[in-house]
């Protein structure tokens, strides 16, 4: 039986795919800015008829509010999304869709329930995606598809732990800063900590964040976790939902695995997998 948790730290889950890698590096070089941005950073015709086309088929699936994140004629990285896909009820929803240079995105937020109650939407958005898709780039792969969760353990989670304790007493990453550094500190609780690390995975490589965050305001552990491919992957939905369920068992297995001492806390019950 799979597990899910009443009080789930879990804030938001991305489903992100990338093109065009050649022709869109990720990031800037350090030595140039936004606005000394090459051409190849402006959106061109080829994606502003891509965003109107998807734009239409997005909203035959509920989803007909579109709104534009940068101006007309503005620079836009990869990483950064130009148009964002909401759905027509003005009640909330756990699901919107966002599309980029070379990028497209779906983001499972609150109320989020369940992998299974999120995947056919991210299928119904796959779908509209690739039925616009090849008329600008063909059978071109998509060079990169992402699985991200971003967990954030409040107060009630932490109970007064920083991340360093956090991290050894819960997550079972244990940190130890070396005796010089803590015979300088004033007090014993570190602040203001983020590590990193990366490791290969089947699907390509598994990224771990941990350090202090805020949500709402309020001061916490944030825990961002994703699965990226090593390969490109076909412009196909089953293909891409392939990757996707291969992605969601590691992230979501290595989550029981690293919150176990809090399941209890975080109230689980039985049924679907969260």
């Known amino acids: 039986m799979t597990i899910s948790f009443e009080k789930a730290p879990l804030k938001e889950i991305i489903v992100d795919l990338r093109w065009g890698a050649s022709r ?71 699901v919107l869709f966002q599309a980029g240079l070379g990028q497209f995105s779906a983001h499972g937020v609150l109320p989020y329930r369940s992998w299974e109650e999120f995947l056919p939407r991210v299928r119904n958005g796959l779908e509209a ?15 990169q598809v992402t699985l991200r969760y971003i967990d954030f353990f409040d107060e009630e989670l932490t109970q007064g732990r920083d991340v360093v304790t956090f991290m050894s007493e819960v997550l079972s990453i244990p940190l130890q800063l070396p005796g010089f550094m803590t015979a300088i500190a004033t007090g014993k609780k570190t602040e203001d900590m983020l590590v990193k690390f990366s490791m290969p995975v089947a699907v ?19 825990l961002d976790t994703s699965a990226v491919t090593g390969s490109a992957t076909a412009p196909a939905v089953d293909k891409i939902i392939d990757v996707l369920n291969a ?28």
């Open 24 to 94: 869109f590096p990720r990031e800037l070089p350090l030595n140039q800015t936004v606005s000394l941005s090459p051409s190849s950073f402006l959106v061109d015709s080829a994606h502003e008829q891509l965003f109107m086309n998807l734009g239409e088929e997005l909203s035959k699936m509920g989803y007909g509010r579109s709104e534009r994140l940068t101006p007309a004629g503005f620079p836009s990285l990869p990483t950064q999304s130009v148009y964002r896909y909401q759905s027509n009820s003005a009640a909330p929803k756990s």
């Open 247 to 274: 992605s969601y068992t590691i992230l979501h297995d290595m989550f029981l695995n690293l919150t176990k001492p809090l399941h209890q806390l975080m109230e689980p019950k039985g049924g679907v997998t969260a």
């Open 204 to 222: 390509g490589k598994l990224t771990i964040n941990i350090g202090d965050g805020k949500f709402n305001n309020r001061p916490g552990i944030l």
């Open 129 to 143: 995606l690739l039925r616009v898709y090849p008329q600008t780039f063909g059978e071109e792969p998509f060079s």
